[in-house]
């Protein structure tokens, strides 16, 4: 069975294709600047056979169904391509950010489907592309089941204590203004594969789930179950990120808006895309955070420091809610690949039952590894996640039921 993982962002394309036999990734691609002048296209075909083969194209692509129609021509075609024709792809698995209330679990995609997704929108106008990459494929792809997987739906099992804000109730009655959560195919994966590794059955495990990539987003997770999330209404909220402040006093909006005389788009921009990491130090990607302190800068020092010390109360307060933890997992970009900042979020936890090893915590073997030491209560492991290999295996099941 091949599937077609496909994430569509408001000028972009992602997608991969999976063979389901051994989850080999046939192709993985992105397709950038869609309505712009010039657009682009890059594909890596048969990576296990050749690791560093990357194809690039320009050209203009004016919308999600030209950029769907040039991913099936270099599918299929003879320069990049891994298939012979359209059937062979079995299915398509979309992600989408929002599934507002109405979705906790996969769905295969038809009018009414479609409908619900539409009528989610107005919770997350930047993810509208979402819809349109579905409707694209729809068309491409009329005979092929398509599966929707949603960012929102493992967050979904939160009790009303933690996911509702406590503001005028009318407010969720009539906007469903609450907590969703994102990330959650990723915490998802990680949650399956550390119980795995942990040899636990997934509905006995309680976990906290760091995903530390550019976005960044912890979970208190109950007998495989989301308890609570740092993410709320919008990506926005919970931990310090590459360009999000996160948490921040709600009073800072009318504060900054009034004193710097900007308006509610212009402050919503500023904590979504200046601030953060960018906004302490200037440089948004952990990486250069890291050359920069090695070098004396303070601010950066500081970034690194605020970055870390946000997660270590997280783990804290996320301790508190689950009583008990088998597990702190980090995952994603710096998750996966930054011991200082795994090493700095861990710092003396000892007393709730973490304990680093060090040598465990800078090895850089792949896999889901243990990277506590033995005589710690709690394992804190490092899991790579996979969002595509989760939405195919979300999609798959959906198709074969
Ligand atoms: P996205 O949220 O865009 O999927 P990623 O999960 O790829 O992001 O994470 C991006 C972040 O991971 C960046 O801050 C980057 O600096 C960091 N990162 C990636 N590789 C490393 C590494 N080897 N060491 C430290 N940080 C890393």
């Known amino acids: 069975m091949h599937i077609l993982v496909i994430n569509s962002g408001s000028s972009s394309l992602k997608?991969?294709?999976?063979?389901?036999?051994?989850?080999?990734?046939?192709?993985?691609?992105?397709?950038e600047r869609i309505g712009e002048d010039m657009g682009s296209?890059?594909?890596?075909?048969?990576?296990?056979?050749?690791?560093?083969?990357?194809?690039?194209?320009?050209?203009?692509?004016?919308?999600?169904?030209?950029?769907?129609?040039?991913?099936?021509?270099?599918?299929?075609?003879?320069?990049?391509?891994?298939?012979?024709?359209?059937?062979?792809?079995?299915?398509?698995?979309?992600?989408?950010?929002?599934?507002?209330?109405?979705?906790?679990?996969?769905?295969?995609?038809?009018?009414?489907?479609?409908?619900?997704?539409?009528?989610?929108?107005?919770?997350?106008?930047?993810?509208?592309?979402?819809?349109?990459?579905?409707?694209?494929?729809?068309?491409?792809?009329?005979?092929?089941?398509?599966?929707?997987?949603?960012?929102?739906?493992?967050?979904q099992t939160m009790p009303p204590k933690a996911f509702l804000y406590p503001v005028p109730m009318d407010l969720y009655e009539e906007l469903r203004i609450r907590k969703y959560g994102f990330h959650g195919t990723s915490h998802k994966y990680v949650t399956r594969e550390a119980?795995?590794?942990?040899?636990?059955?997934?509905?006995?495990?309680?976990?906290i789930t760091a995903h530390l990539g550019n976005g960044c987003s912890m979970a208190a997770v109950k007998n495989g179950r989301c308890a609570d999330t740092t993410m709320g209404l919008t990506p926005l909220a919970g931990l310090m990120m590459g360009t999000r402040s996160g948490d921040v006093d709600p009073a800072l909006f009318p504060f900054i808006a009034r004193h710097k005389k900007m308006s509610v788009t212009e402050v919503d921009a500023l904590l979504n895309k200046q601030s953060g990491l960018l906004g302490v130090c200037g440089s948004s990607d952990m990486r250069d955070v890291h050359a920069?302190?090695?070098?004396?800068?303070?601010?950066?020092?500081?970034?690194?420091?605020?970055?870390?010390?946000?997660?270590?109360?997280?783990?804290?307060?996320?301790?508190?809610?689950?009583?008990?933890?088998?597990?702190?997992?980090?995952?994603?970009?710096?998750?996966?690949?930054?011991?200082?900042?795994?090493?700095?979020?861990?710092?003396?936890?000892?007393?709730?039952?973490i304990k680093l090893s060090p040598e465990r915590n800078e090895s850089r073997e792949p896999g889901v590894r243990r990277i506590s030491a033995d005589d710690s209560p709690v394992a804190v492991l490092v899991v790579p996640t996979?969002?595509?290999?989760?939405i195919a295996h979300a999609t798959k099941a959906l198709v074969e039921a």
């Open 386 to 390: 996979n969002e595509e290999l989760e």
């Open 292 to 353: 920069a302190r090695e070098k004396g800068n303070e601010t950066a020092q500081l970034a690194f420091e605020m970055f870390a010390y946000r997660v270590k109360a997280r783990i804290g307060a996320y301790l508190a809610v689950l009583g008990r933890a088998d597990a702190v997992v980090f995952t994603a970009g710096i998750g996966e690949n930054d011991a200082f900042v795994r090493a700095e979020a861990c710092a003396g936890l000892e007393g709730l039952g």
């Open 15 to 31: 997608y991969q294709l999976i063979d389901m036999a051994g989850d080999r990734v046939m192709a993985s691609g992105l397709i």
């Open 195 to 207: 119980a795995k590794f942990l040899g636990k059955p997934v509905d006995g495990i309680d976990l």
């Open 41 to 155: 296209i890059t594909q890596k075909s048969n990576p296990d056979k050749w690791p560093d083969a990357r194809s690039v194209e320009h050209r203009p692509i004016p919308d999600h169904k030209a950029a769907m129609g040039l991913m099936v021509e270099k599918l299929i075609g003879e320069e990049w391509g891994v298939i012979g024709s359209l059937t062979d792809i079995d299915a398509v698995g979309h992600r989408v950010v929002q599934g507002g209330e109405s979705f906790s679990s996969p769905v295969l995609v038809d009018a009414a489907v479609v409908e619900t997704i539409r009528a989610n929108v107005p919770l997350a106008p930047l993810h509208a592309a979402n819809l349109v990459g579905i409707e694209a494929a729809l068309e491409l792809f009329p005979g092929t089941p398509n599966v929707t997987v949603f960012d929102t739906e493992f967050h």
